[in-house]
């Protein structure tokens, strides 16, 4: 049974950088598709960066392409949030998730879920 478990959340200024990552336990993550979502208070969950199983060209939402960088390492079997040039808007709680191996950014795709890290950008 795969579990997932986020870290490296925090507090960050605008413009700044942070890596977000995620361990997994029980499974390997190269066996299903796997990503990034976020919430923010009043808002609904948001897919953000997702790959599949096989790799292949990543999902980025509009909001963060060119700034956010989604990464896979399989001997640490750890997934990664590369976020760059952050904004204020930025500021969420993010989830990894892992689901079905084609998934790509459906929150309904995905059926395992990390607890999540707060993520604030100060302006």
């Known amino acids: 049974q795969l579990q997932l478990v986020e870290s490296g959340g925090g507090l960050v200024q605008s413009g700044g950088s942070l890596r977000l990552s995620c361990a997994a336990s029980g499974s390997t993550l190269d066996h299903y598709g796997i990503g990034w979502f976020r919430q923010a208070p009043g808002k609904e969950r948001e897919g953000v960066a997702c790959i599949s199983s096989s790799g292949g060209t990543p999902y980025y939402a509009d909001s963060v392409k060119g700034r956010f960088t989604i990464s896979r390492d399989n001997a640490k079997n750890t997934l990664y949030l590369q976020m760059n040039s952050s904004k204020p808007e930025d500021t969420a709680v993010y989830y990894c998730?892992?689901?079905?191996?084609?998934?790509?950014?459906?929150?309904?795709?995905?059926?395992?879920w990390g607890q999540g890290t707060q993520v604030t950008v100060s302006s």
């Open positions: 998730a892992g689901g079905d191996d084609k998934a790509m950014c459906g929150s309904h795709e995905y059926d395992v």
